[in-house]
């Protein structure tokens, strides 16, 4: 690859990703503004006369908001906030900082989320490649019905009833929270095997409901890859089994299971909602349900925007491998 038309295609790729992040902040900047009232006309709605209307204007100034404001100027205050990491005040969780509570809960989902992820990659990958390799025997012919049939099941059902046998009725899990209560969290053995312990409900539930689509992506890839030319010639050779399916067949099968597993990392920062909000885990997906039960206006913003942003950085990491792995990309 030249290096110019590569740095050409690198500095493309920045400056379409840079306006598709602009054009992100400035829909999540229009959108809660569409909704009637505002983040603190809201809290003094639930607060149901509790809190004084004379302090309705100093709430409005703790949310960011400003009634003497034009939408234009609002609107450049919100981008100079946002880019300057001022995501406002959730009243969720007031008067704790919007990005104060991301931070809080943004490690939750990491591990948790992206800890499955990785299982239900390595496990779906390799069973797929099994699948595809000895295909024609009675297990690996199974084995894609028996996956497909549970990444058919919805994962919040999944663990719902993992819940229910498992946590209510055997007690060998804990049914909520990420550690238990009379833990300090700490670096220790005993913090660390109460999160993991806390943690297997959850993350079982979304490796066993995720690993037939990586199984059977693979599975198909790795069959697409077999009939080609080059793995026939390989074994005309007389090249070993082991060696043809991990050098000629498996390697070339990974390429575009890879480029999903960074897309699917992308998405890992918004947590599994629905997981999240049945075992109760202190994570984003946890917080985006309570912001959106709760108006939470900034959060759910600052939420959305972290998505955003992390999508958009697992598509530009993906296009750069590409454009390392494949040359001919950077000359279209």
Same mark, same amino acid.
């Given at each position: ?37 505002? #983040? ?52 969720? $969780? ?35 490649? $099994? ?29 719902? !009833? ?10 060998? %899990? ?28 959850? #993350? %079982? ?47 070339? !099968? ?7 597993? !960074? ?58 491998? $590409? ?10």
């Amino acid at each position: 690859m030249h290096r110019g038309s590569g740095l050409r295609f690198i500095a493309n790729k920045i400056g379409l990703y840079l306006l598709i992040f602009w054009a992100a902040m400035t829909l999540n900047f229009i959108i809660p503004r569409l909704m009637p009232g505002n #983040a603190a006309s809201a809290l003094m709605a639930k607060a149901q006369g509790k809190i004084p209307p004379a302090a309705l204007k100093a709430l409005e100034a703790a949310f960011g908001i400003s009634t003497h404001q034009s939408p234009v100027q609002q609107y450049f205050s919100y981008l100079k906030n946002t880019l300057t990491g001022h995501l406002g005040i959730s009243f969720t $969780y007031f008067p704790v900082p919007v990005a104060q509570v991301i931070g809080e809960m943004l490690p939750w989902t990491l591990f948790l989320i992206g800890f499955a992820t990785i299982i239900a990659f390595a496990l779906g990958n390799l069973i797929g490649v $099994y699948s595809a390799w000895r295909r024609g025997a009675a297990l690996a012919d199974a084995l894609p019905v028996g996956f497909t049939v549970m990444s058919a099941m919805p994962y919040f059902w999944i663990a719902l !009833a993992l819940l229910y046998v498992l946590g209510f009725t055997l007690n060998w %899990f804990p049914i909520a929270h990420a550690y238990g209560g009379g833990v300090s969290l700490s670096f220790s053995l005993r913090t660390l095997g109460s999160i993991l312990y806390h943690a297997a409900l959850p #993350a %079982f539930s979304i490796v066993i409901t995720s690993m037939g689509g990586w199984m059977m992506q693979m599975r198909n890839n790795l069959v697409s890859v077999l009939a080609d030319d080059y793995v026939l010639l390989a074994q005309m050779k007389g090249l070993p089994e082991r060696e043809i399916m991990q050098n000629y067949g498996a390697r070339n !099968a990974l390429l575009p299971v890879l480029t999903s597993f !960074a897309m699917s990392l992308g998405f890992v920062v918004g947590g599994a909602v629905l997981v999240e909000d049945v075992f109760n885990y202190p994570g984003i997906g946890f917080a985006l349900v309570q912001a959106v039960s709760n108006s939470d206006y900034p959060l759910m913003q600052g939420i959305f925007l972290i998505i955003v942003s992390a999508v958009l950085v697992a598509n530009f990491i993906v296009d750069l491998l $590409y454009t390392f792995l494949d040359p001919r990309i950077s000359r279209t």
